[in-house]
Protein backbone atom coordinates (compact mmCIF):
# COMPACT_ATOMS: atom_id res chain seq x y z
CA UNK A 1 0.00 0.00 0.00
CA UNK A 2 2.94 2.28 0.86
CA UNK A 3 4.53 1.12 -2.46
CA UNK A 4 1.38 1.80 -4.12
CA UNK A 5 0.93 5.76 -2.80
CA UNK A 6 4.83 6.24 -3.16
CA UNK A 7 4.27 5.62 -6.79
CA UNK A 8 1.00 7.89 -6.96
CA UNK A 9 3.12 10.46 -5.78
CA UNK A 10 5.64 10.27 -7.95
CA UNK A 11 3.60 9.91 -10.88
CA UNK A 12 1.65 13.32 -9.63
CA UNK A 13 4.96 15.24 -9.66
CA UNK A 14 6.19 13.75 -13.00
CA UNK A 15 2.72 14.92 -14.52
CA UNK A 16 2.71 18.27 -12.81
CA UNK A 17 6.23 19.29 -14.35
CA UNK A 18 4.93 18.26 -17.62
CA UNK A 19 2.22 20.75 -17.76
CA UNK A 20 4.36 23.69 -15.72
CA UNK A 21 7.38 23.23 -18.47
CA UNK A 22 5.76 21.80 -21.65
CA UNK A 23 5.87 24.29 -24.43
CA UNK A 24 2.64 25.90 -24.77
CA UNK A 25 1.30 26.17 -28.47
CA UNK A 26 -1.28 29.38 -28.65
CA UNK A 27 -3.44 29.54 -31.31
CA UNK A 28 -2.38 31.90 -33.83
CA UNK A 29 -4.50 34.42 -35.72
CA UNK A 30 -4.20 34.81 -39.43
CA UNK A 31 -3.20 37.60 -40.97
CA UNK A 32 -5.36 38.78 -43.64
CA UNK A 33 -3.75 40.55 -46.82
CA UNK A 34 -6.62 42.68 -47.76
CA UNK A 35 -7.15 44.24 -51.62
CA UNK A 36 -6.98 48.25 -51.30
CA UNK A 37 -6.96 49.27 -54.45
CA UNK A 38 -7.02 48.16 -57.90
CA UNK A 39 -5.06 44.90 -58.36
CA UNK A 40 -3.82 44.94 -54.69
CA UNK A 41 -1.02 47.35 -54.52
CA UNK A 42 0.49 50.31 -56.38
CA UNK A 43 2.46 47.99 -58.96
CA UNK A 44 0.00 46.12 -59.90
CA UNK A 45 0.94 42.43 -58.41
CA UNK A 46 -2.80 41.17 -58.89
CA UNK A 47 -1.41 39.00 -56.08
CA UNK A 48 -2.81 38.31 -52.41
CA UNK A 49 -0.77 36.27 -49.97
CA UNK A 50 -4.24 35.42 -48.07
CA UNK A 51 -6.07 31.91 -48.08
CA UNK A 52 -8.00 31.87 -51.35
CA UNK A 53 -11.49 29.90 -51.55
CA UNK A 54 -11.43 25.85 -52.05
CA UNK A 55 -15.13 26.01 -53.68
CA UNK A 56 -17.50 28.17 -55.70
CA UNK A 57 -20.14 28.19 -53.70
CA UNK A 58 -22.12 31.33 -53.52
CA UNK A 59 -21.45 33.02 -49.86
CA UNK A 60 -23.66 36.14 -50.39
CA UNK A 61 -24.81 38.67 -53.45
CA UNK A 62 -25.81 42.16 -53.65
CA UNK A 63 -28.10 43.66 -56.57
CA UNK A 64 -27.44 46.98 -57.83
CA UNK A 65 -29.54 49.24 -59.37
CA UNK A 66 -27.62 49.02 -62.86
CA UNK A 67 -24.63 47.00 -64.03
CA UNK A 68 -21.52 46.71 -62.07
CA UNK A 69 -19.17 46.75 -65.41
CA UNK A 70 -15.92 47.85 -65.19
CA UNK A 71 -15.12 49.63 -61.28
CA UNK A 72 -13.30 46.32 -59.38
CA UNK A 73 -13.96 46.19 -55.99
CA UNK A 74 -11.68 47.32 -53.13
CA UNK A 75 -11.53 45.77 -49.89
CA UNK A 76 -9.91 46.66 -46.25
CA UNK A 77 -10.88 45.67 -42.68
CA UNK A 78 -13.76 43.45 -43.92
CA UNK A 79 -15.52 45.60 -45.83
CA UNK A 80 -15.86 45.65 -49.61
CA UNK A 81 -16.50 49.01 -51.90
CA UNK A 82 -17.49 48.78 -55.62
CA UNK A 83 -18.89 51.32 -58.02
CA UNK A 84 -22.23 51.01 -60.29
CA UNK A 85 -23.33 52.37 -63.06
CA UNK A 86 -26.09 53.38 -60.59
CA UNK A 87 -24.29 55.89 -60.17
CA UNK A 88 -23.54 55.15 -56.56
CA UNK A 89 -20.68 54.12 -54.76
CA UNK A 90 -21.26 51.14 -52.49
CA UNK A 91 -19.58 50.14 -49.25
CA UNK A 92 -20.73 45.94 -48.03
CA UNK A 93 -19.78 43.59 -45.09
CA UNK A 94 -17.61 41.46 -46.90
CA UNK A 95 -18.72 38.44 -44.83
CA UNK A 96 -22.36 38.53 -45.20
CA UNK A 97 -22.69 41.06 -48.08
CA UNK A 98 -24.98 43.46 -45.67
CA UNK A 99 -25.36 46.57 -46.92
CA UNK A 100 -23.34 49.59 -44.62
CA UNK A 101 -23.61 52.97 -46.84
CA UNK A 102 -24.22 53.96 -50.49
CA UNK A 103 -22.73 57.39 -51.44
CA UNK A 104 -24.58 58.60 -54.92
CA UNK A 105 -22.59 60.11 -57.73
CA UNK A 106 -23.95 62.31 -60.36
CA UNK A 107 -23.03 59.52 -63.27
CA UNK A 108 -21.12 56.08 -63.74
CA UNK A 109 -19.00 54.93 -61.53
CA UNK A 110 -16.54 52.92 -63.32
CA UNK A 111 -13.69 53.90 -61.89
CA UNK A 112 -12.29 51.47 -59.09
CA UNK A 113 -12.17 52.84 -55.45
CA UNK A 114 -8.97 53.07 -53.80
CA UNK A 115 -8.93 52.94 -49.79
CA UNK A 116 -6.26 54.80 -47.21
CA UNK A 117 -6.33 55.88 -43.76
CA UNK A 118 -10.21 55.53 -43.24
CA UNK A 119 -10.81 57.26 -47.01
CA UNK A 120 -12.21 56.11 -49.96
CA UNK A 121 -11.21 57.46 -53.26
CA UNK A 122 -12.72 56.87 -56.44
CA UNK A 123 -13.87 58.90 -59.83
CA UNK A 124 -17.24 59.04 -61.48
CA UNK A 125 -18.10 60.03 -64.87
CA UNK A 126 -19.65 63.02 -63.83
CA UNK A 127 -16.36 64.50 -64.38
CA UNK A 128 -15.81 64.35 -60.30
CA UNK A 129 -13.34 63.09 -58.22
CA UNK A 130 -14.45 62.01 -54.85
CA UNK A 131 -13.05 61.22 -51.00
CA UNK A 132 -15.37 59.73 -48.72
CA UNK A 133 -15.17 58.72 -45.36
CA UNK A 134 -14.73 55.08 -45.30
CA UNK A 135 -16.60 54.56 -42.24
CA UNK A 136 -19.68 56.36 -42.96
CA UNK A 137 -19.81 57.25 -46.55
CA UNK A 138 -19.70 61.02 -45.77
CA UNK A 139 -18.18 63.58 -48.10
CA UNK A 140 -14.49 64.23 -47.23
CA UNK A 141 -14.30 66.57 -50.34
CA UNK A 142 -14.82 66.25 -54.06
CA UNK A 143 -12.88 67.68 -56.98
CA UNK A 144 -14.22 68.87 -60.23
CA UNK A 145 -12.57 68.01 -63.98
CA UNK A 146 -13.14 69.12 -67.12
CA UNK A 147 -14.24 65.08 -68.39
CA UNK A 148 -15.11 61.52 -66.92
CA UNK A 149 -13.42 59.91 -64.38
CA UNK A 150 -12.83 56.27 -64.96
CA UNK A 151 -9.47 55.96 -63.60
CA UNK A 152 -8.66 54.31 -60.93
CA UNK A 153 -6.81 56.17 -57.92
CA UNK A 154 -3.42 55.64 -56.59
CA UNK A 155 -2.53 56.65 -52.55
CA UNK A 156 1.24 56.86 -52.16
CA UNK A 157 3.00 58.68 -49.65
CA UNK A 158 0.46 61.00 -48.55
CA UNK A 159 -0.89 61.72 -52.10
CA UNK A 160 -3.80 60.41 -54.07
CA UNK A 161 -3.27 59.93 -57.81
CA UNK A 162 -5.81 59.83 -60.30
CA UNK A 163 -6.32 61.03 -63.84
CA UNK A 164 -9.02 61.74 -66.18
CA UNK A 165 -10.20 61.85 -69.88
CA UNK A 166 -9.32 65.88 -69.75
CA UNK A 167 -5.95 65.07 -70.33
CA UNK A 168 -4.63 65.50 -67.23
CA UNK A 169 -3.33 63.60 -64.28
CA UNK A 170 -3.99 65.03 -60.71
CA UNK A 171 -2.23 64.83 -57.16
CA UNK A 172 -3.78 65.48 -54.19
CA UNK A 173 -3.08 65.65 -50.35
CA UNK A 174 -4.39 62.58 -48.53
CA UNK A 175 -6.60 63.10 -45.83
CA UNK A 176 -6.20 61.02 -42.62
CA UNK A 177 -9.82 60.10 -41.23
CA UNK A 178 -9.41 59.19 -37.28
CA UNK A 179 -11.05 55.30 -36.83
CA UNK A 180 -12.30 53.65 -33.39
CA UNK A 181 -9.96 53.19 -30.75
CA UNK A 182 -8.86 49.18 -30.73
CA UNK A 183 -10.21 48.00 -27.56
CA UNK A 184 -7.60 47.47 -25.14
CA UNK A 185 -5.84 43.89 -24.37
CA UNK A 186 -6.43 42.23 -20.97
CA UNK A 187 -3.77 42.53 -19.29
CA UNK A 188 -1.56 39.03 -19.42
CA UNK A 189 0.31 37.06 -16.44
CA UNK A 190 3.66 36.48 -17.90
CA UNK A 191 4.45 32.85 -18.19
CA UNK A 192 7.27 32.57 -16.05
CA UNK A 193 6.51 33.66 -12.89
CA UNK A 194 3.00 31.23 -13.07
CA UNK A 195 5.42 28.45 -13.71
CA UNK A 196 7.20 28.95 -10.85
CA UNK A 197 4.09 29.32 -8.72
CA UNK A 198 3.07 25.56 -9.87
CA UNK A 199 6.22 24.26 -9.54
CA UNK A 200 6.33 25.60 -5.63
CA UNK A 201 2.66 24.66 -5.23
CA UNK A 202 3.83 20.96 -6.28
CA UNK A 203 6.89 21.04 -4.70
CA UNK A 204 5.02 21.76 -0.79
CA UNK A 205 2.09 18.59 -1.51
CA UNK A 206 4.79 16.36 -2.31
CA UNK A 207 7.25 17.72 0.86
CA UNK A 208 3.69 17.04 2.93
CA UNK A 209 2.83 13.83 1.17
CA UNK A 210 6.30 12.44 2.45
CA UNK A 211 6.52 14.36 5.92
CA UNK A 212 2.97 12.41 6.40
CA UNK A 213 4.36 8.99 5.36
CA UNK A 214 7.37 9.79 7.92
CA UNK A 215 4.90 10.53 11.06
CA UNK A 216 3.18 7.11 10.39
CA UNK A 217 6.92 5.60 10.37
CA UNK A 218 7.84 6.67 13.65
CA UNK A 219 4.44 6.08 14.73
CA UNK A 220 4.74 2.59 13.67
CA UNK A 221 8.57 2.35 15.23
CA UNK A 222 7.18 3.57 18.25
CA UNK A 223 4.87 0.91 18.21
CA UNK A 224 6.82 -2.06 17.13
CA UNK A 225 10.21 -3.26 17.55
CA UNK A 226 10.68 -3.89 14.08
CA UNK A 227 13.45 -1.82 11.94
CA UNK A 228 12.30 0.18 9.28
CA UNK A 229 15.28 1.11 6.78
CA UNK A 230 14.91 4.16 3.97
CA UNK A 231 14.70 2.23 1.63
CA UNK A 232 10.79 1.55 2.53
CA UNK A 233 9.60 4.84 1.65
CA UNK A 234 9.55 4.27 -1.91
Not at 37 to 46: E, K, P, Y
Not at 117 to 130: C, F, L, P, Q, T
Not at 133 to 162: F, Q, R
Not at 201 to 207: D, E
Request: aromatic fraction near 12%; proline fraction near 6%.
Amino acid sequence: MKRLFSGFLLGLLCLSMFFVFAPKVGAQQSTVDWWPTFRHDLIHTSSSTSTAPLTNQVLWNYTTGDSVAYSSPAILNGVVYVGSNDHYVYALNAATGTYIWSYKTGSSVDSSPAVADGVVYVGSDDNNIYALNATTGNTVWTYGTTNIVDSSPAVANGVVYIGSTDHNVYAFGAVTVAQPSPPVPSPTVPEFPSQALAFSLVAVMVCAAFALIAKRKAHNRKNSPTFTSCASFL
